[in-house]
């Protein structure tokens, strides 16, 4: 095994980093120094063109990694992601110019999202080393901060890769970082990508002034961008029924979908429920109830789900959330949306017959912008846009508005020492202000406030629907991952879709299914904490009571409301979006 010979490098290199560096700031460079800039000034010229640093500044960066590489020269390290864009650019083109850069043979493996999480799950519990890195989603920060196996970045920035922490890594800089922060204020998880989930729609046809006209007649109210549920409701079914036809094509007011698949677990705990109103008030997940339904106590241990517990996962907010998604899938989408999966509906508007989304991942910003879609016109630009979601008749001010997918370097004690290092410095790499903003180009999933307000994303915006306005706004961080109430989201993250699925299919009704969903949360929240798995914030159920005693309190969960169809709002496009860039920019 290379472990026992490399950490004995490792310990070497430590002593010699000083006068490595003083060498480098004199200007004498080695010949192998001399040699390492070459390549540092190649791949700057070759793939980084786009940077908020200097080509200078680049080049130091790239030359840092390539010094504290040297102890791992020649190991073959073993990352994995799941396969988005971003990640796909950082296997084909960050993975190879890191192996040239450092001598590290690196393969940044892309597999399936829920085959991440599996392997994630199977390492944790084995304590096999399966990869040396992983990408994983900050929805687990529950997990990584009971189960006492992931490493805390924070310390190990401090203590063991002190000499290992880019010093321009400037994690101020970051968007994300609170979401895989754990309470105690650690850090386990460095964000490389970030996705939102917004509100889509044709603004060309929202446009038309016959189809404001129409709009106005029927509903009594302008036609614009929802800002209730009641709204979005009225514009599916006025495309759906009243429109119905445009340029010769049969259009729809809604697009989802419904198939028993993995998938439909993300359509809904993906903060579905929260966007009706469902939890509590506080960002980023609502306290004491989360965007789940699931409530902790005062000491961050989750309490329950069930509305019998004090949880809100089978509230009246929650049944409401879920018939809507029944009846606009049911009524307002194509019929064949009923059993497609998130892969399969995700194209779909871009086909041009679709006139809203109140779920939209920003994910398929890239595939929307293409010029040969129908949703683009003759010069490239989009004739849709990208809004904030409406909220449901339960929100209320101060909860989070919707979801941020959020994927982050995430470490595990399993690995080897000297392996985890290398992939740490990888993984570093991909989120360096060398390399971010061009991979925020091509991925479109920022994670770095200074490229957001760049000039190069300036000059894309136009091209891009709203996703820069949405991510210069201080609203931005209302839309957030799960958070860490949920104390296993590999083993409870499938109890949504496997109870939620018949649900959507028509086989039991919304609080049929709720009630078995809570049910098996806290039943699986309650094994685990007899299992006495968790290092720290271990469940501890309430007793179950009448629900009525936990609906008849303040806060979540909320009693069912008389009325739970208000009259629909909108906002004009235009109105909504000076009122976000006027609510005072992040750098300031």
Known sequence: MQKHDNKSKLTKFKLTTLAAGLLLASGTLSAQEQDTRAIAERLVDEHFQNSTLSREEQIEELMWFAKVAEPFRGMDIQTVAEGLTTHVYESEVLAEAFSELTGINLT????GEGDVVDTMQNQMQSGNSIYDGFVNDTDSIGTHIRYGTTINLSEAMENEWADYTLPTLDLDDFIGLQYGT??????????TQQFANLYWFRHDWFQREDLQEQFREIYGYDLGVPTNWTAYEDIAEFFTEHVGEIDGTKVYGHMDYGRRDPSLGWRFHDSWLSMAGMGSQGVPSGNPV??????VNEDSQPVGASVSRGG???????????????????NYAPEEAQGMTFGEAGPVPAQGHIAQQIFWYTAFTADMTDPAVAVTDDEGNPLWRMAPSPTGPYWEEGMKVGYQDVGAWTF???????RRTAAWLFGQFTVSKTVSLEKLMHGLTPIRESDIFSEQMTEMAPKLGGLVEFYRSPNESNWTPTGTNVPDYPRMAPLWWQNLAPVMSGEVSPQEGLDKLAADLDSTMNRLARANVFDSYAPVLNEERDPQYWLDQEGAPKAKLDNEMPQGTTVPYDEMMKAWMEAGS???
């Open 412 to 418: 595990f004690d399993s690995t080897p020492e000297d």
């Open 108 to 111: 940044h493996n892309i597999i």
């Open 182 to 191: 754990g309470p105690d204020g650690s850090i386990y998880q460095l964000p």
């Open 586 to 588: 992040r750098q300031e």
């Open 312 to 330: 809100a996962t089978n509230s009246p907010a929650s049944v409401f959330a879920m018939q809507k998604a029944v009846d606009w899938l049911s």
């Open 290 to 295: 989360d965007d789940w339904g699931i409530r």
